[in-house]
C-alpha cells in the first residue's frame, strides 16, 4: 500500500484497503506468484501422471512434498521471487527459477527439474493463475458475502409480509396489496 492514500495506484489501494482486505489472499501480486508456483506444481504431475516416458519411474509419493511448495508458501517465498525477476526481468522465468532452485536441493527431485515448466509458454501459466485467482476469491469472499446479503432481504421479506402497499400499474396507482404477495 502506498505510504500516503493520495499516492495510491487507486481509490481501493489507498481508502478502500481496509474494506477489500479479505481479497489480498487471492488478488494481491503475492497471490498471483503464489497461483503461478501451484500451477507450474500441478502442470508437473500431470506430466507424471501422464505418463511422460522421462518421468515413469518418479515417485508419486513426492506429489505431497511438491504440492507443498504452495501450500506453505509465504511473503518470503514470494519475496524471493520478485528478487530473482529484477534480474531475469520475467515474472514466469523467476516462478520457474524459483522451482527448479527448491527442487534441485532435494537429491531425489534434482534429476526432474528439466521438467518445470516443460513446453509451456508464460500465457499457460498466467491464464490458468488469473482463474484460480477469480475462482478463490469468488468461493472465498465474494459469494459468501453475496449469499449473506440474500439471506438478509428475504428475512426482511418475510419479516415485512404483511406490510400493506400501494401496487402501481402502468406507472400508476392500482389497488392496495401487500408486501409478501409482491415478492
Known sequence: MASNALQAI???DGRYASKTKALIPFFSEEALIKYRVQVEVEYFIALVELPLPQLSD????????????????????????????????????A????????????????NI?????????????????HALMLRGGL????????????????????????????????????SPTTLGKEM
Do not use: W
Not at 508419486?60 to 504452495?70: G, I, M, P, V
Not at 520457474?96 to 536441493?105: A, G, M, S
Open 10 to 12: 487507486s481509490p481501493i
Open 95 to 110: 516462478v520457474e527459477y524459483y522451482l527448479r532452485e527448491k527442487i534441485t536441493k532435494n537429491e531425489e527431485l534434482a
Open 58 to 93: 518418479f515417485d508419486t509419493s513426492k506429489f505431497e512434498a511438491l504440492r507443498k511448495l504452495y501450500t506453505d508458501f509465504s511473503t518470503e517465498d514470494a519475496q524471493k521471487i520478485k528478487d530473482t525477476e529484477k534480474v531475469t526481468n520475467h515474472d514466469v522465468k
Open 139 to 174: 468461493d472465498n469472499v465474494l459469494l459468501p458475502q453475496m449469499r449473506e446479503v440474500t439471506e438478509a432481504i428475504v428475512a426482511l421479506a418475510h419479516q415485512h409480509a404483511e406490510q400493506p402497499m400501494l401496487s402501481r400499474t402502468h406507472g400508476q396507482t392500482a
Open 113 to 129: 527439474s528439466e521438467f518445470i515448466h516443460f513446453a509451456c509458454t508464460s500465457e499457460d501459466i498466467n491464464n490458468l493463475s
